[in-house]
């Protein structure tokens, strides 16, 4: 069985909920069906392509590809560990695994969407396992501070893999519990990464696409651990 992952546009021309009222109170705890925002049906087309490669953002992409999604706290930094890695065809950042449908960025940060910060990788499984692209997740962050990455607080900063085939299911489980016993040797706590079947991918805003490389001495937040996947 495959999961097929179909990312969908975001539209960010509707107003973004900014004001305080519509923050949540406690952005570490996710939002019930009810409390989330309502978003939007009307997705935006993503018109550009991948700044460093020129590869589309969008679908199609190349026979024989694969795609799973990352989450690593801030996705600036996340996407570029990927789209700096041997094989990966193309990335970008959106969110994910939250309930309002094509939410705004700011709607995200509210903490009022339930949604992850992700990055969307593309890959060739004939130059790239996806062993690899765990490895890189679990040294690129540190996946055990929950709905945090250092600095960066809420909901949508949380760790997450988020598979679209049952050999990337099996790979990330088992990676999780390799890198927990390597964690565990270093004096760390336990992993809070979530491992889920991809749920709709709804593209960032265009500005968010490739970040720092449009802006290179933009903010990153991204650290690891300090431990590596293999001793």
Same mark, same amino acid.
């Given at each position: 069985?495959?999961?097929?992952?179909?990312?969908?546009?975001?539209?960010?021309? %509707?107003? &973004?909920?900014?004001?305080?009222?519509?923050?949540?109170?406690?952005?570490?705890?996710?939002?019930?069906?009810?409390?989330?925002?309502?978003? $939007?049906?009307?997705?935006?087309?993503?018109?550009?392509?991948?700044?460093?490669? #020129?590869?589309?953002?969008?679908?199609?992409?190349?026979? #024989?590809?694969? &795609? !799973? %999604?990352? +989450?690593?706290?801030?996705?600036? #930094?996340?996407?570029?560990?990927?789209?700096?890695?041997? +094989?990966? !065809?193309?990335?970008?950042?959106?969110?994910?695994?939250?309930?309002?449908?094509?939410?705004?960025?700011?709607?995200?940060?509210? +903490?009022?969407?339930?949604?992850?910060?992700?990055?969307?990788?593309?890959?060739?499984? *004939? @130059?790239?396992?996806? =062993?690899? %692209? %765990? *490895?890189?997740?679990?040294?690129?962050?540190?996946?055990?501070?929950?709905?945090?990455?250092?600095?960066? $607080?809420?909901? &949508? /900063? $949380?760790?997450?893999?988020?598979?679209?085939?049952?050999?990337?299911?099996?790979?990330?489980?088992?990676?999780?519990?390799?890198?927990?016993?390597?964690?565990?040797?270093?004096?760390?706590? =336990?992993?809070?990464?979530?491992?889920?079947?991809?749920?709709?991918? /709804?593209?960032?805003?265009?500005?968010? @696409? @490739? /970040?720092?490389? $449009?802006?290179?001495?933009?903010?990153?937040?991204?650290?690891?651990?300090?431990?590596?996947?293999?001793?």
């Amino acid at each position: 069985m495959r999961y097929d992952l179909q990312p969908v546009p975001l539209n960010a021309s %509707l107003k &973004q909920v900014t004001s305080p009222m519509f923050s949540r109170p406690d952005k570490f705890m996710l939002p019930t069906p009810d409390t989330a925002l309502p978003g $939007r049906d009307t997705p935006m087309p993503v018109t550009e392509p991948h700044v460093v490669n #020129g590869h589309s953002l969008i679908p199609p992409f190349p026979e #024989g590809s694969e &795609q !799973i %999604l990352f +989450g690593m706290g801030c996705f600036w #930094g996340a996407e570029k560990r990927f789209w700096e890695t041997d +094989g990966v !065809i193309v990335t970008a950042v959106g969110y994910a695994a939250g309930i309002t449908p094509n939410p705004t960025y700011h709607e995200v940060c509210t +903490g009022m969407t339930g949604h992850n910060e992700v990055v969307l990788v593309v890959f060739d499984p *004939e @130059q790239v396992s996806v =062993d690899v %692209l %765990l *490895e890189v997740f679990w040294e690129s962050h540190d996946p055990t501070q929950g709905m945090r990455q250092g600095n960066d $607080r809420g909901t &949508q /900063y $949380r760790s997450g893999i988020y598979v679209t085939t049952p050999t990337q299911h099996e790979a990330a489980t088992s990676s999780r519990d390799h890198f927990q016993a390597r964690l565990h040797e270093s004096g760390h706590g =336990d992993i809070t990464t979530e491992i889920l079947d991809a749920p709709p991918f /709804y593209y960032a805003e265009q500005y968010h @696409q @490739q /970040y720092l490389a $449009r802006n290179p001495a933009g903010y990153c937040g991204l650290g690891g651990p300090g431990v590596s996947f293999h001793p």
